[in-house]
């Protein structure tokens, strides 16, 4: 079982940046791929990106590529997603996951356990 919460959303003009966090409780994070999410009003889940259990590959959405960057700490079981050059239709709710699959999954269904998200809104 593991438990995520997540933290550092907010408002921020265009081309801003901001660095979401996210803590995880429970045993064994190193063995979870880590993946970030977010959702916009009407919008399906999307895939941002994710990172193995090792930290030593990490995967990004094209949409995001070259703009965001995902890091873990596995000593201190946390997560983080820096957001620069953000836009505004970077603009979503912001969910962290984690999941068993060795690969690293973009589908929502393969992630376990999910955080509660955080707002992240980007104004023009």
């Known amino acids: 079982q593991v438990q995520l919460v997540e933290s550092g959303g907010g408002l921020v003009q265009a081309g801003g940046s901001l660095r979401l966090s996210c803590a995880a409780s429970?045993?064994?994070?190193?063995?979870?791929?880590m993946g970030w999410f977010r959702q916009a009003p009407g919008k399906e889940r999307e895939f941002v990106g994710a990172i193995t259990g090792s930290g030593s590959r990490s995967y990004y959405a094209v949409s995001v590529k070259g703009r965001f960057t995902i890091s873990r700490d596995n000593a201190g079981n946390t997560l983080s997603l820096q957001m620069n050059s953000l836009k505004p239709e970077d603009t979503a709710v912001y969910y962290c996951a984690a999941s068993k699959w060795g690969t690293v999954p973009a589908s929502p269904s393969l992630y376990d356990y999910w955080g509660q998200g955080t707002q992240v809104t980007v104004s023009s």
């Open positions: 429970g045993r064994d994070f190193s063995t979870y791929t």
